[in-house]
C-alpha cells in the first residue's frame, strides 16, 4: 500500500523551503534593487534570450545595457537579424545603423587593348542591343561591352566609357544600383567603398580559355589565396574571392597578381612607423607580424623593415604603448 | 589539526579543477582575464561556504529527522540556486563592472558541479558543521587558486606565437592538462 504521507512530506518540505527562500529572495530583491534605465529592459525584450554572445557581448543582458550605456551599435545580434536591429534604433530613437557605403564596381577590364573582338558590330551603339547580336562582339562571353548603357541611366554622372570599357568614379556613385540593373553582361556589382582589393574579372573558365580571349582576365591561378596570410581568399570557379570580414588590406594580393585582375591602391599602401619615444621595446609586435617586417632586440627600440611592411595594422593595433601609426 | 588539515586538502592536494575536475566549466569560460578569474573565485568562494552551511543545516536538521534524505540533491540545489541568486544581486549592486564581465557565468555557478560535490563530500565524509564550513571555503578556494593561476597563463599565452592547429582552445586545455599535473605533486602533502 502506498502511505499518502510519504508523498505529502516531502512535497511539502521541498515546498515549504521554496517558500521560504522565495521570500527572502523577494525581499533581498527590494533591498538591492539597482536603478536600471527602462529602455534596458525594453531592448532586452527585443533580444532573442539565447545570450549565445555572437554580438560580442557576454550575453543579451549586457549586450541590451551596451546599448542604452555605452552606444553600442544596434545591428549586433546576428541572431535577430534585421528586425531586431530595427526594434532597437525605434526604442534608442536612432536611425537603423547605416551599412558600409557601397559603390558600383566595374568586375572587368578588358578594354579594346586587352580583349579580343570575335566579329565586328555595326548596329545600334547600346549594349542590350549587342547583346542580342551573339552576345556582343568581345571573344570574352563576360566582358564588358562598353558601349555605356549604363552611363545613359546613371543620374550622377559616375559612369564614363574609355576605350570600350566604363569607368565608375567611385566619389559620384552613389550606390542606387540602376547600372546594374541595366547591363545585359551583369559586370557591375556594389562593392564596399573602402574595399583595399577587387578582383576585377568575371570569367570563369579554365585560365587557358580566359587567356585566349582577354590579357587582362584572371586565369584562375590562386596566387592570391597563396599569399594572403590572413586566409581571407577562396577559390571558386576559378575566381577568387574576398572575404571582407577577414581581409586587412595588406594589398599582397594585388601586388602578387599576374595578371593584374585582382586591383587595389598600391601607390597608396600603408606602412607602419614606430615612434621610437614611445617604444618600450616589448617585442609584442615583431611577434605579431607575420611578415618579419619589425625587427629588434627585447627591451631596445624597434624597427621596421619598410621593404617587408604591408600594412596590415596588425602591430598597431596590439602595440600597449601606442607606439606604431600607420602612414602611406 | 584536522580542520588545519581539511583545509589544506581542499586548497592544494584535492585541488577541484585540478584533480577532481569539478567546476571545468567555468574553469575554462572566465579565465581569459586574472581580475574577471578573481571575481569568479570571490563569488564561488561565497556560494560554496554558505552552502556548505546551509546545506549542513538542512540535512541535519529538516532531512534526517523526516526521514527524507534521498530528496538531498534537489533540496541542494535549492539552497544553491538561492545563494546564488543573492550574489548575483550584490554583486550587481555592489560593482556593476565585475557583473558585466561574469555575464552568463555567474547565474551558471547555480549548475557548478563543484558546489553540489563539496556539499554532498561534506555529507557523505560526516564532516560536522565546522568542517563541512572549512571544506567549502578550502574547496572554493582551491578553485579560485587554480582559475586565477589559469588565468595568468592565458594572458600570457595570448600574446605568444602558437601554431595555427593549436591556437586558442586546443593549447588552453593542453595548458590545463599541465597544470593539473603540476597539481599532482600535491598528492604527497598529507
Known amino acids: 500500500m502506498i502511505n499518502i504521507g510519504d508523498i505529502l512530506l516531502p512535497a511539502g518540505v521541498l515546498g515549504s523551503m521554496g517558500v521560504v527562500f522565495g521570500a527572502g529572495l523577494a525581499y533581498a530583491s527590494k533591498k538591492l534593487a539597482v536603478p536600471v534605465d527602462e529602455r534596458i529592459e525594453k531592448v532586452r525584450n527585443c533580444l532573442p534570450g539565447a545570450g549565445c554572445g555572437a554580438c560580442g557581448f557576454t550575453g543579451c543582458d549586457s549586450y541590451a545595457a551596451a546599448v542604452v550605456n555605452d552606444g553600442a551599435p544596434t545591428n549586433c545580434c546576428s541572431v535577430g537579424g534585421d528586425g531586431v536591429a530595427k526594434q532597437i534604433a525605434e526604442i534608442m530613437g536612432v536611425e537603423a545603423q547605416a551599412t558600409t557605403k557601397m559603390v558600383a564596381t566595374v568586375i572587368c577590364r578588358g578594354d ?7 566579329y565586328e558590330y555595326d548596329g545600334l551603339m547600346e549594349c542590350r542591343a549587342m547583346f542580342l547580336a551573339s552576345g556582343g562582339d568581345k571573344s570574352c562571353k563576360f566582358a564588358c561591352l562598353g558601349l555605356g548603357s549604363c552611363a545613359k541611366v546613371c543620374d550622377f554622372g559616375a559612369i564614363t566609357v574609355e576605350n570600350r570599357l566604363v569607368k565608375v568614379d567611385a566619389e559620384k556613385c552613389h550606390g542606387c544600383g540602376k547600372c546594374i540593373e541595366v547591363c545585359p553582361k551583369f559586370v557591375l556589382r556594389l562593392e564596399p567603398y573602402h574595399a583595399p582589393s577587387v578582383i576585377r574579372c568575371r570569367a570563369v573558365e579554365k585560365g587557358k580559355a580566359v587567356r585566349e580571349a582577354c590579357t587582362a582576365g584572371c586565369i584562375g591561378c590562386g596566387k592570391c589565396a597563396k599569399l594572403c596570410k590572413f586566409e581571407a581568399i577562396t577559390i571558386e570557379n576559378n575566381l577568387p574571392v574576398v572575404d571582407r570580414t577577414k581581409c586587412v588590406g595588406c594589398l599582397e594580393c594585388v601586388k602578387g597578381c599576374p595578371t593584374g585582375a585582382m586591383s587595389g591602391d598600391l601607390n597608396n599602401r600603408k606602412h607602419a612607423v614606430i615612434k ?3 617604444c618600450i621595446g616589448c617585442t609584442l609586435c615583431t611577434r605579431q607580424c607575420r611578415f618579419d617586417a619589425i625587427t629588434g632586440a627585447l627591451k631596445e627600440k624597434h624597427t621596421v623593415d619598410a621593404s617587408k611592411c604591408v600594412g596590415c595594422g596588425l602591430c598597431a593595433a596590439k602595440c600597449p604603448k601606442k607606439a606604431i601609426e600607420l602612414v602611406k | 589539526m584536522k580542520i588545519l588539515l581539511i583545509l589544506l586538502s581542499g586548497i592544494l592536494v584535492n585541488n577541484f579543477v585540478m584533480s577532481k575536475f569539478y567546476g571545468t566549466c567555468p574553469f575554462l569560460g572566465v579565465s581569459k582575464k586574472v581580475s574577471t578569474a578573481a571575481g569568479m573565485g570571490i563569488a564561488v ?52 563592472s565585475l557583473y558585466k564581465a561574469l555575464g552568463v557565468y555567474l547565474p551558471l555557478i547555480t549548475t557548478n558541479c563543484a558546489v553540489l560535490g563539496v556539499t554532498i563530500l561534506n555529507m557523505t565524509e560526516g564532516y560536522n558543521l565546522i568542517e563541512s564550513v572549512v571544506n567549502g571555503v578550502g574547496s572554493a578556494l582551491g578553485f579560485m587558486l587554480a582559475i586565477v593561476l589559469f588565468a595568468g597563463v592565458r594572458e600570457r599565452l595570448e600574446s605568444s606565437k602558437i601554431p595555427k592547429c593549436f ?16 597539481f599532482l605533486g600535491f598528492q604527497g602533502l598529507i
Request: hydrophobic residues 55%.
Open chain 1, 276 to 278: 621610437e619615444d614611445l
Open chain 2, 45 to 96: 568562494t561565497f556560494v560554496m561556504g554558505v552552502a556548505s552551511l546551509v546545506t549542513y543545516l538542512v540535512q541535519k536538521y529538516i532531512l534526517e529527522p523526516l526521514n527524507i534524505t534521498y530528496l538531498q540533491t534537489i533540496a541542494f540545489i535549492l539552497v544553491i540556486a538561492v545563494l546564488v541568486q543573492l550574489v548575483e544581486m550584490v554583486i550587481n549592486k555592489v560593482s556593476p
Open chain 2, 167 to 182: 591556437q586558442g582552445f586546443p593549447s588552453t586545455l593542453i595548458a590545463a592538462g599541465l597544470m593539473a599535473i603540476a
Open chain 1, 112 to 118: 579594346s587593348d586587352h580583349c579580343k573582338t570575335k
